[in-house]
């Protein structure tokens, strides 16, 4: 009797301490998975903020030389309308008088040559 | 050995066997969260994969900022250009 309860108590420590190993172990390999990928997180989250640091002053450089070029883009086309208009050709819109000889009246030879003169 | 010692034996081996018993379940239940919070992590770690990926080509932005520069220079160029050729038009 004495000697089954010896194999007993040394089964039972026995499966105690294989129980506590195989499950020890089991955790150890999930945890060291874990850390694993929380490595990996951390060293992704570093890179992403890197490549945040860009963003802002980057969008702050955009936004305030767009906000220049859309203020002076008005001032631009102004100034080509007010060149089309001064070199664009415009009609007189008043109609024309008659034609008129430059020289005045007519003068003839003829009469110089009978000797006539008008008074 | 008496029988009440035999007895006190028996008792202890089967609160061996009940203590081994609520280990295993214990150890079961850290198992059973150790492997959520593993997949959780997997899944974090994918998201922020994705992330990254869309984060990459933010070494565009100075890029973009130096070309807007530049159109903002060629506008003072034309500026330029049409404030010579507006005053020559209207003289």
Redesign the interface.
């Known amino acids: ?2 000697t089954t ?1 010896v194999v ?2 040394v089964v ?2 026995a ?2 301490i294989a ?2 190993a195989v ?2 172990f ?2 150890g390999g ?2 060291a ?2 850390a694993t ?2 490595e ?2 951390a060293d ?2 570093r ?2 903020n890197t ?2 640091e ?2 802002v ?3 702050s ?2 936004n305030r ?2 906000g ?2 859309a203020g ?2 008005p ?2 086309y102004g ?2 309308e ?2 089309v208009v ?2 664009t050709y415009s009609p007189p819109t008043e109609e024309r008088p008659p034609a008129r000889p430059a020289s005045g009246t007519r003068r003839s030879r003829l009469h110089d040559a009978v000797g006539f003169g008008p008074r | ?1 008496s029988t009440q010692d ?1 007895t006190l ?2 008792i ?2 089967a609160a ?2 009940v ?2 018993l609520v ?2 379940a214990l ?2 239940l ?2 059973r969260y ?2 959520v ?2 997949r959780r ?2 899944g ?2 994918d998201t ?2 994705g ?2 990926a869309n ?2 080509d ?2 565009l ?2 890029v ?2 130096t070309r ?2 530049a ?2 220079a060629e ?2 160029q ?2 330029l250009f ?2 010579r ?2 005053g020559k ?2 003289s």
């Open positions: 009797m004495t309860l007993l108590t039972d420590i499966l105690l129980g506590l499950y020890l089991w955790v999930l945890l998975r874990v990928n929380l990996d997180c992704t989250v890179r992403i490549h945040a860009a963003i002053p980057g969008v450089h955009i030389t767009g220049v070029v002076a883009l001032l631009l100034m080509a007010q060149i001064g070199a | 050995m035999e034996w028996w202890a081996i061996g066997i203590v081994i280990v295993v150890l079961s850290l198992i150790v492997k919070i593993d992590v997997a974090i770690r922020l994969h992330t990254e984060t990459a933010t070494a932005v100075p973009t900022a807007v520069d159109v903002l506008g003072l034309h500026h049409l404030g050729v507006l038009v209207k």
